[in-house]
């Protein structure tokens, strides 16, 4: 790992060079680069895991899982259930979910640990939505041990949409949304400590880049694309994940990743460059299925030696969070994802646009109410 030298102070550092509008051309092969190479051969870098991934005793957790009723999310969920833990499917179509659980409990009938699943409605397209969600969770005073950012969409070829919030989708869904709901839900991390935020992000955050003068691709310097909605989206996760862990002490027991599911299958071939389109097409043995890609999230919502590592990380001060790759082993996010400036202005960016104050952490975590403007009654 290169080392890059990071501010430990939590207010911006300061920059005189001039703000970067794009990747540069070197940067953006890279990325691509590095995305070809992990499809060709990330098969081969996890061919040391189990598939399914075999789980530690979880019987004692509580996990919250977005976007559980298809694809990773799906296994995620299920997965966790089918080992003891206490499972909330947090959706927007509560009755897929509830079909799904009848499922599990017919497949289930034979083991003796008995299924402990539930339903909560949240729609990432309303941060009203996410609010209400964090505000009925909280209410119930019980620790939460694990939050698992998963659910995303990648909306190929579609155009430029927003929400009603006024932002665009894919940066509402993949990073405003899961950051605005894993503030919220400090008070009930901390009380479940130690415990842990996954973000489910994607390799295709190499290829991204953030421009916080324009969140919403917009302004016409960058031509909107859902391959640069989505990639910068990912890239902003892990971008705002690097600054929540720096602004969560050690003594709150809360450790932030983000991981790569890896190559997984899906119909997100058609908005890519044509040879990885046709890699698709010809190597479809190197994918991953979708329990395949479960499994670094799985691993790091699970195993034992994870909040060390993290710990570490922060203790060195290092740029960014913790980083753990469809193989389940440390890696390192992009280049870009290792710029503490650019993290500090989207840290600052996001709260605005989620309707929280700068210092909101900090308030959460000495135990007082953080009001948000979305979700209010009107």
């Known amino acids: ?55 530690p005793p979880v019987n004692d957790l509580t996990c919250i899982v977005t976007g559980s009723t298809s694809g990773i999310g799906l296994e995620i969920a299920r997965q966790l259930a089918q080992s003891g833990a206490h499972v909330v499917m947090a959706v927007r179509n509560t009755k897929a979910a509830q079909e799904l659980i009848q499922k599990w409990q017919i ?41 698992i950012n998963n659910a995303g969409i990648f909306s190929i070829g579609e155009p430029q949409k927003f929400s009603k919030d006024g932002y665009e989708q894919h940066l509402q869904v993949n990073h405003l949304a899961p950051a605005l709901l894993s503030i919220l839900l400090l008070p009930s991390l901390i009380r479940g400590s130690p415990s842990r935020i996954v973000n489910v992000n994607s390799v295709m955050h190499h290829v991204g880049f953030v421009d916080t003068d324009d969140m919403n691709v917009t302004s016409g310097k960058r031509k909107f ?34 991981v790569s599911p890896g190559i997984v299958q899906t119909n997100v071939a058609r908005d890519l460059p044509k040879l990885v389109q046709a890699a698709y097409h010809l190597i479809p043995y190197f994918i991953f299925s979708a329990q395949e890609g479960a499994r670094s999230a799985l691993f790091a919502a699970t195993d034992p030696q994870v909040p060390e590592y993290c710990d570490m990380l922060k203790a060195d001060e290092w740029p960014v969070c913790a980083f753990i790759s469809q193989d389940c082993r440390p890696a ?31 308030r959460l975590l000495d135990g007082e109410e953080v009001k948000c403007r979305y979700g209010q009654e009107q």
């Open 1 to 55: 790992m290169a080392t890059t030298t990071s501010s430990s102070s939590n207010e911006a550092p300061e920059t005189k060079n001039m703000k970067k509008e794009c990747l540069g051309w070197i940067e953006w092969l890279r990325g691509w680069f590095y995305l070809i190479y992990e499809m060709l051969f990330q098969r081969i870098m996890a061919s040391h895991l189990h598939n399914p991934m075999p789980l």
């Open 225 to 258: 694309s859902s391959l640069v909605g989505y990639s910068s989206s990912k890239l902003a996760e892990i971008m705002f994940s690097s600054i929540l862990n720096k602004r969560l002490p050690a003594e709150s027991g809360v450790s932030v990743l983000c």
């Open 107 to 147: 497949d289930s009938s034979g083991l003796s640990i008995p299924l402990n699943v539930e339903v909560m409605q949240v729609d990432l397209l309303s941060l009203d939505s996410v609010v209400r969600f964090a505000e009925a969770w909280n209410a119930r005073s019980v620790p939460l041990h694990v939050l």
């Open 332 to 362: 390192n996010p992009s280049e870009e994802a290792h710029s503490v400036q650019t993290s500090y202005e989207v840290w600052e960016k996001t709260l605005e646009m989620i309707g929280l104050p700068s210092d909101a952490v900090e």
